[in-house]
């Protein structure tokens, strides 16, 4: 019999129909931790958007440097926006009957008092801010650990919102200082420039107080002898008053006496006219009325009195006018009466009619004589308040001359301030502009920074998927299971070529060669369906295959082994044993060091540890420069594989004699 014949165990499998199926099985036996396991676990972190959590919002709300905040309000639409859980907007009573019966993993409260414990920061009593997290151990151990995690989740949420949000009120006022600082460095520098020139001013400004003082001292005297002539025409205005109001009386008067002038006048017209007629008969009787004017001429002059004898001259005088002008001297006299009615005529015209020279000049004048009383009369009332006003200004200009004395006074002590204030404003300005430098500026986006000053960054290897992460784990597991029931098919060593005396090693191989076959299918059809089905891309994909099948190959002397060693029935016990040891030893899915002691020691010898490490370099990569477990792993899984059949050829040749527990085994698994 060839050691390297192997076709005789697996012929046996090629009868019937059950035979078949049975190794189909299996081949495909591994499957339940290679494939089915890892396909369930895929991405349970990805698929969190489907956990149903309740929400509630019990936030009251506060007031914050006079706006309204409502923390919950933003919390909880940030949450509901996020997508990475399915979250539900409950009330309390809806929320602990969710819980409790399983329709929500757990629940999430924001308390009345979440916006005040936010915005306490600005208070004299700062607290944290809590947040209410509620679970049910019976709704799932995993359940309540996702749910933890969400609500690392929610806690960074809310970090980031409302830490941000408060830094930044806390950030503006300190960058506010910062440049309201830099700002009254500038100011203070222009104040000092300012004072620098105000105090020049100043100094000039006392000069010209002084100046000023001098010209309002000459102003007030020259104020009240403004007074005084301001009285003295008041009186004289007054006077001129008395006056014009008697030529505008006389005037009147003049007016009237020229009517009764022009009356008379057209009197004299008419008698004038009335005497022409009768001035012929006149004539006659001219002569007749001469001689007792004649006779008593003679008489005066008989008299010898100078005064008798100048009335005597005068009487010859008048009797020679009549004589020679008199009627009876013909038409002369009549031609001169009628010139003296038309002389009358005229007088009675210039008296009486408003249009005749005379009259119109009359009426103008009395006119003229009424307006000037008017006139001089409110010049009178304008004097007197001209003398009211000049008084006052006379004393305002004595108190004006007063306070410019005074302000000679402040303008010299103004002067020797701004001088001292020249000096501190230059001061100030270097000073504020030292604080200035010395407080610190915050950019914009500061506050990001502050509320959450460490923020995650990826520089290797990307965060896997769930799945991704446990296979190595469950390559280990299916392939050490499948390593286990082929044995409960094939013989762990071949009876016939051990009694025939040859190698024990032969016997062995003879039934370690057909499983290597079963084995690497089992590998192949394994890496078949993670890679195919489930898109589990390996770095190295070949060598995925090749590390899976010497892993397979590794357990199959690993189990073939211990059955050599203890027999069937005790093998296959210890095979599900040492199996269940080597996964929790592993380090698959916690690290070692988070595990007790006795799993810790035997980590360092787990067959499974390895294959987890190989295949766990093979998917994510191999950093050759700095690890080296991936040969560790191939050295190790050789070292144990050749242990195991050293082991195996040592129980065949022991299992050379037959003992009665051969014959009738106590128990059969």
Not at 18 to 25: D, G, H
Not at 229 to 240: C, D
Not at 548 to 572: D, E, H, K, P, Y
Request: proline residues 3%.
């Amino acid at each position: 019999m060839s050691t390297f014949h192997i076709g005789s165990e697996l012929r046996r499998f090629s009868r019937g129909k059950l035979p078949p199926l049975a190794l189909a099985v299996i081949m495909l036996l591994p499957l339940l931790f290679g494939g089915l396991f890892v396909w369930s676990y895929w991405d349970p972190i990805g698929r969190l958007n489907n956990l149903p959590v309740a929400v509630i919002n019990s936030d009251e709300g506060a007031e914050v440097n006079g706006e309204e905040l409502n923390a919950g309000d933003l919390i909880v639409e940030k949450l509901l926006a996020s997508g990475a859980v399915d979250f539900h907007e409950t009330t309390v009573e809806e929320a602990q009957e969710g819980v409790a019966n399983g329709t929500y993993y757990f629940a999430i409260e924001f308390p009345e008092d979440f916006s005040q414990a936010v915005s306490s920061v600005n208070t004299d009593n700062p607290h944290h801010a809590t947040m209410n997290a509620v679970f049910n151990n019976t709704n799932g151990l995993l359940g309540t650990a996702l749910g933890n995690q969400v609500v690392n989740q929610v806690l960074m949420i809310v970090n980031e919102n409302l830490g941000e949000k408060l830094v930044d009120q806390l950030l503006v006022g300190f960058s506010t200082i910062k440049d309201n600082l830099s700002k009254a460095g500038d100011g203070a520098k222009q104040l000092a420039d300012g004072a620098h020139t105000a105090t020049d001013g100043a100094q000039k400004l006392d000069g010209g107080a002084g100046t000023l003082a001098d010209g309002l001292i000459t102003a007030d005297d020259a104020a009240h002898q403004l007074a005084d002539g301001a009285e003295t025409l008041s009186t004289n205005l007054n006077t001129a008053a008395g006056a014009s109001q008697s030529l505008a009386d006389g005037l009147s008067q003049l007016n009237a006496a020229t009517d009764r002038l022009g009356a008379g006048a057209g009197q004299i017209s008419e008698g004038v006219t009335k005497l022409t007629g009768p001035a012929a008969t006149v004539a006659g009787e001219q002569e007749e009325a001469l001689t007792p004017l004649i006779n008593l001429a003679a008489q005066l002059r008989s008299l010898n009195i100078p005064q008798a004898t100048d009335l005597a001259q005068q009487a010859d005088a008048i009797v020679w006018n009549i004589r020679n002008q008199g009627l009876g001297n013909g038409d002369d006299a009549i031609s001169k009466l009628n010139q003296l009615s038309a002389g009358a005529q005229e007088l009675h015209r210039q008296l009486t009619d408003p249009t005749a020279e005379y009259r119109a000049g009359l009426n103008k004048a009395t006119d003229g004589a009424r307006q000037l009383s008017e006139g001089v009369h409110k010049l009178s009332d304008g004097s007197e308040r001209l003398v009211v006003g000049s008084r006052k200004l006379a004393d305002g200009t004595s108190k004006l001359a007063q306070g410019a004395q005074q302000l000679t006074v402040g303008a010299n002590q103004l002067a020797s301030g701004m001088v001292r204030l020249d000096e501190g404003s230059g001061e100030l300005s270097l000073k504020l502009n030292q604080g200035a430098e010395q407080v610190p500026g915050f950019a914009d986006g500061a506050s990001a920074s502050f509320a959450t000053p460490v923020k995650e960054q990826q520089t290797k290897d990307e965060l896997s998927l769930f799945g991704v992460g446990l296979a190595p784990m469950f390559i280990s597991i299916g392939l050490f299971m499948g390593a286990t029931v082929i044995f409960m098919l094939l013989r762990p060593s071949q009876r016939r070529a051990i009694d025939s005396g040859a190698v024990p090693i032969r016997g062995v191989m003879a039934s370690y060669l057909p499983a290597i076959v079963v084995g690497i299918a089992q590998a192949t059809i394994m890496f078949c369906v993670q890679r195919f089905a489930l898109g589990l891309h390996a770095v190295h994909e070949l060598g995925l295959w090749a590390s899976m099948c010497l892993i397979s190959v590794a357990f199959i002397a690993i189990t073939q082994g211990l059955n050599n060693i203890f027999g069937a029935t005790v093998g296959r016990v210890l095979c599900l044993g040492l199996m269940t040891l080597q996964i929790v030893s592993s380090g698959g899915l916690y690290p070692p060091e988070t595990q007790p002691t006795p799993l810790r020691w035997f980590h360092t010898i787990d067959p499974m540890t390895y294959s987890v490490n190989l295949t766990r370099e093979i998917i994510f990569g191999i950093d050759a420069a700095y690890d080296d477990r991936a040969i560790e792993a191939v050295l190790f899984l050789v070292v144990v594989m050749a242990l195991f059949l050293t082991a195996s050829g040592l129980s065949a040749r022991r299992d050379r004699r037959w003992k009665m527990k051969d014959f009738r085994p106590e128990v059969s698994v």
